[in-house]
């Protein structure tokens, strides 16, 4: 098993730093991090009666091809499990964060839990307990705190350097889910830390063959909803039958399972035949929108640290080298840059992803 690596540091919402870049996370490393929560204890709050969260939800699912997805049988399934679950407080704060600066991160965080919740139920037939318990505070994409808004919102071709921020959210993930929910094992940790890594290994951050069923929905799901999502790098959302074929093209070349597109396609069909009887058409009908700058890298590699404005240079010593640190010489930026991005490939972690 690979030790994962942090690059950046990571921070909480309150910028508190809970380890710097360049960390191994040992067991030790975060049981000792783990340590520093000892004695506090967070009440348990219902996840649905958090804010506006339910009534935000409810407005989201009614929204193609949701609509669909979620009528009838299946919305109220859905909604009675996650009326169950409960959240504590710097979880919640996830959601707070996100809507105030984000509506794509905190729609999609939102859809992706209910989706996730339903073919949970369809396709593993565990137990309601058992759906709860894993789910509760399993938020993937919890390390998105960790990146600028800046970058989270860009419009424009990404940088290399945005690239590693970005992608830098699943380790960031877990070591805050690690920290707040004082242990490193908990399901929701592992679903931050795995949930852009594929069945044949070629995921990040660690390059890990993907094998549990749950964190694969949960995976799927992220794609799914991202590509139905209008994003700020995509104005133009795909539309069901195109994602839908992106996923068939994914499970084709063996980076994700056949069942949980096959429960997508259910979904999406009015008759609703069973999932697992459900033939995955692999004739590509579909139309992918072109005004996207998804997985275009600027070709020169531009150290904000050295090129940037003065506020993009605070971010990129606040964020990638702990809130002391001092570049002063722009050539020794460019080359502790370089280098970071030199571990990033050796890592395995630099391909365009979904
Ligand atoms: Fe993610």
Known sequence: MKTPKLICPVHTLDFKQLLPGNTELTPEVLDKLIATQKGISYPTLSF????????????????????????????????????????????????????KNDGYTYRHSLVVFALSVLLAQDLLGETEDWIIDVMAG??????????????LKK????????????????????????????????FAAWVAKEHHERRDGSGYPLGLKLEDNMVEIIAVCDVYDALLSPRPHRPTPYDNRTALEELTGMAQ??????????????????????????NVSTEKRGTPPTDTVYGVVEKKIKCPNCHGTAKEKKILRERCFGSKGR?????????????LLMMVNWAGAVCARI
Not at 156 to 177: K, P, Y
Not at 253 to 259: L, N, Q, R, T
Not at 260 to 265: D, I, N, T
Not at 327 to 339: E, Y
């Open 138 to 151: 399993t938020i993937h994409d919890f390390g998105k705190v960790s990146v600028p808004l800046k970058i």
């Open 327 to 339: 570049i002063k010489r722009s050539g020794v930026s460019c080359v502790i840059t370089a280098v």
């Open 253 to 278: 070349k063996g980076k994700i399972g056949w069942e949980v597109v096959q429960g997508l396609v259910s979904y999406s069909r009015k008759d609703r035949p069973p999932i697992q009887e459900v």
């Open 48 to 99: 649905l009666e958090h804010g506006t969260l339910f009534k935000d939800l409810r407005g989201f699912l009614k929204m193609p091809p949701y609509d669909t997805i979620f009528q009838g049988i299946n919305r109220a399934v859905a909604m009675t499990l996650m009326n169950k679950i409960g959240f504590t407080p710097p979880l919640l704060e996830f959601f707070d964060y996100f809507k």
């Open 155 to 186: 419009t424009e071709t990404i940088t290399n350097v945005d690239r590693i921020i970005l992608e830098h959210h699943a380790l960031a993930g877990f070591v805050l889910l690690s920290y707040y929910l004082q242990d490193y094992e908990k």
